[in-house]
């Protein structure tokens, strides 16, 4: 290096949220021996990964990754983790920024033990977000059975009723503290990674796939959480009008993806997504019928590939080349599916238990502009501006991706910020 | 299933397409959603998906010889919902415009009425026909003598008859033969894709079917199927009934005058002149509010084709009320100008209908009718 550019720099790294990407990113740095804060808005990391039974294409559950990185971050003193925690602002230069960040309440403090007598003194129910509404927990409740860090959270809808003091009387450890207050928290650092992920497309937009008018038409990732040991029904498919174990479940592909009235672009997942849930559906109900109704599938890469042909020699496994483009009701609170196939020219109209739209993913900072001077696509994703420097995105705030390559994807981004900072 | 089509795109036919307003259709990736959007499109073999494919395929005798163009009405409901903006209510009017085109001719007169130079032309055909015919046979009298305004003593209904008369046949003419044409086309289209496996013709089946859909048409009952533009059913509406009405008129005006050799103009009190002011008021508002409904639609292609007929069915109204008002209010010359430019909005209705848009009247019809008979589900 010739010449000096750089501004006077700050040791750490700021990765905004605790998915699987900025666990990836807030790791890769740490261990190589960067300062790193990491900064999550929900009280528990693992982000939209948590929320998953299986990963596709190795069928294993998430909570075994998700625990190491856990176990990684406990033993690493560079990662400083804030949960609860919204950024505020950030403002400076390559090498130079200053953040704020605003840490909302808990509640309780770190002296819980998770033994779970606050959820059992309380009596008033919330509904349960991590679930997507499909139940509701206690007003002093733990996000999920692997959340981390391991300690309860008390909603702000039970403080200041006799419901928080229950909460508070009956912690024998003192860890509830119903006057904690938000507090700001103002931050040096010389990179930063948003990491900010995506949400689940709204539904209820996609006016004629019906969902949120009729009780059996969910969407993939309720179906994630109905097939997940963790989930509402325990991991048992049931569909949610009246409990049965479908006979027959009907994917719509593209709902909403891949449609200028909605998302223009492919959500790169759901194709694997439906084709790995029909195996959660067969794994369960051998005699089940599935149709899955497509534009075209994707399932790029050899194993994905293989994972399609694997699960097309499943006899009760029915593709059908056509998009869903109405729902109707049919008897015994079924849905009727109607779309036209492609291949033989004809209008099908199929009658099933239950339906899963296979929506698609919004990056985050659609809905919640990031207070920050970033470039922004259209749609919402983060684009990179690497003359810039100095802010990076890393996995789903910047393009749809799946696990792998958010983990490939956000290791990269973990090197874009340490240049930042080494940079001289 | 695995039979082998070999495509051989008529790319002039995709480029063709794109210019009578079917300009997105490359955007579609045939997910089919319009098929199913459609509130009309029938299970067995549904449209447009299929003509959507064939279109950017470039198969243009498949898509001149396919009844399912006939059998949208454009409401636009599966361009609203197509996720690429590749408008195949577009595409398919443009289609019609082609299809009317390929089975009218002579094919000249065809490249004229949808080729926006050639209005001028058009329009000066029948005024040069008018007074080379009408100096000829002395019955255009520039010079009509009485107070009374009467335009038979300036225009002779002889005139006007030597010239309609003839016309109308040769409208007749063209559409039997189009029609001739377009039915066994189509006919061997649905039999070979399996549409229809009916092959009988009998003609009380074919009647009872012309009947049913014509009370169809009549209740405007396949536009108020659609979602998105149901408001087009009441201009179009207003104009079909303008010009069923004007169509009585005109009938009974020849029958009494050949026939009881009673000449007009009518009084305002006779009935059959209630009927004409009706139905020419229905026209000039009906063909307004299409006006209306199409420039307030910005995400519907509207090309010449629509603007040709629907200016058209606008100017014989207006011309035709006008040349009654004037008359009314003692302006004779006035009176008598407006008269000649109304016949000649009335011949160039007459002889350019199979060539222009308004075609769709007998395609439309025939489509509608055969897919009736076949029983199609």
Request: aromatic share 10%.
């Amino acid at each position: 290096m010739t010449a000096d550019k750089s501004a006077p720099v700050s040791g750490s790294i700021l990765v905004v949220g605790g998915g699987i990407s900025g666990l990836t990113t807030a790791l890769e740095a740490a261990e190589v021996g960067y300062e790193v804060v990491l900064v999550e808005k929900k009280p528990y990391l693992g982000g939209r990964v948590a929320q998953l039974n299986q990963y596709f294409p190795k069928l294993c559950p998430p909570s075994c990754g998700l625990e190491i990185n856990f176990r990684r971050i406990k033993d690493n003193p560079r990662i400083k983790v804030l949960t609860l925690a919204e950024v505020e602002k950030v403002e400076g230069a390559a090498g130079d920024y200053e953040a704020t960040i605003r840490i909302n309440p808990r509640y309780v403090n770190e002296k819980c033990t998770c033994c779970g007598a606050c959820a059992a003194a309380c009596q008033t129910e919330v509904v349960n977000e991590f679930n997507f509404g499909m139940n509701r927990t206690k007003g002093a409740y733990l996000p999920h059975p692997m959340a981390f860090p391991a300690r309860y959270v008390i909603s702000p809808q039970i403080v200041g009723t006799e419901d928080g003091q229950r909460c508070q009387e009956a912690c024998v450890y003192g860890a509830v503290e119903l006057d904690m207050q938000p507090r700001t928290v103002n931050l040096k650092v010389g990179a930063v990674v948003w990491a900010t992920g995506w949400e689940p497309y709204d539904a209820t937009k996609i006016d004629n796939l019906g969902f949120g008018r009729y009780p059996n038409i969910i969407t993939n990732m309720m179906m994630e959480r109905l097939a997940a040991p963790s989930g509402p029904t325990g991991g048992k498919i049931l569909r949610p009008s009246d409990d049965k174990a479908p006979a027959s479940v009907a994917f719509v592909q593209c709902a909403g993806s891949r449609d200028e009235n909605h998302l223009p672009y492919c959500s790169y997942i759901c194709c694997m997504a439906s084709l790995k849930q029909a195996t959660y559906i067969r794994a369960q109900y051998p005699d089940a019928k599935i149709y899955i109704f497509y534009i075209d599938l994707r399932t790029p890469g050899y194993r994905y590939e293989k994972f399609y042909k694997k699960v097309k020699e499943d006899k009760n496994i029915f593709f059908i080349k056509g998009k869903v483009a109405e729902v109707s009701e049919a008897a015994d609170q079924g849905v009727t599916v109607t779309a036209e196939n492609a291949v033989t020219g004809e209008k099908i109209h199929q009658t099933v238990d239950m339906v899963v739209l296979a929506t698609g993913m919004q990056p985050t900072a659609v809905n919640a502009p990031l207070p920050a001077d970033l470039k922004v696509s259209p749609d919402g994703f983060l684009i990179n501006d690497f003359d810039k420097g100095g802010m990076f995105a890393a996995g789903c705030a910047n393009k749809p991706l799946d696990v792998v390559s958010t983990n490939q994807n956000s290791t990269g981004m973990a090197l874009k910020a340490i240049q930042t900072l080494v940079k001289r | 299933m695995a039979e082998r089509l070999l495509v051989d795109p008529d790319v002039e036919f995709i480029e063709e397409v794109t210019r009578y307003g079917g300009g997105d259709l490359k955007k579609c990736f045939q997910c089919a959603t319009c098929s199913v959007a459609c509130p009309i499109s029938p299970d067995n073999r549904p449209f447009p998906r299929k003509e959507m494919i064939a279109a950017s395929w470039g198969l243009k005798d498949k898509l001149l010889a396919d009844g399912d163009i006939w059998l949208c009405h454009n409401c636009g409901d599966c361009s609203t919902l197509c996720p690429r903006g590749a408008k195949p209510g577009d595409v398919l009017a443009a289609l019609r415009i082609m299809a009317i085109r390929a089975y009218a001719k002579p094919k000249l007169l065809a490249d004229w009425v949808n080729d926006k130079s050639k209005l001028p032309i058009l329009l000066a055909i029948p005024a040069v026909l008018f007074i080379v015919v009408g100096l000829i046979t002395g019955l255009l009298d520039f010079t009509p003598e009485g107070d009374e305004i009467v335009h038979a003593k300036f225009f002779s209904s002889w005139l006007v008859d030597i010239i309609m008369i003839p016309t109308f046949f040769f409208a007749a003419g063209v559409f039997a033969l189009g029609l001739k044409k377009f039915i066994s086309d189509m006919h061997a289209q649905c039999l070979a894709d399996g549409r229809t496996t009916k092959t009988d013709v009998n003609i009380k089946d074919v009647a009872q079917a012309f009947v049913r859909v014509v009370i169809s048409i009549l209740k405007h009952e396949k536009f108020n199927e659609c979602t998105e533009n149901r408001d087009r059913a009441t201009a179009h509406m207003m104009v079909l009934f303008g010009f069923i009405g004007l169509f009585i008129v005109t009938s009974i005006f020849f029958v009494v005058l050949y026939v009881f050799q009673i000449h007009g103009p009518y009084s305002q009190l006779n009935p059959v002149k209630w009927l004409a002011n009706i139905a020419g008021v229905s026209l000039v508002i009906g063909s307004a509010l299409m006006i209306k409904n199409r420039l307030a639609k910005k995400d519907q292609v509207s090309t010449y084709a629509d603007w040709f007929l629907i200016g058209l069915a606008l100017m014989l109204g207006v011309t035709g009320m006008l040349t009654e008002m004037t008359r009314l209010g003692g302006m004779a010359g006035t009176s008598y100008f407006l008269y000649f430019v109304h016949l000649m909005f009335v011949w160039a209705l007459f002889c350019y209908v199979p060539f222009s848009k308004l075609a769709h009247l007998v395609y439309r019809t025939a489509a509608l009718t055969y897919t009736e008979w076949s029983r199609r589900k």
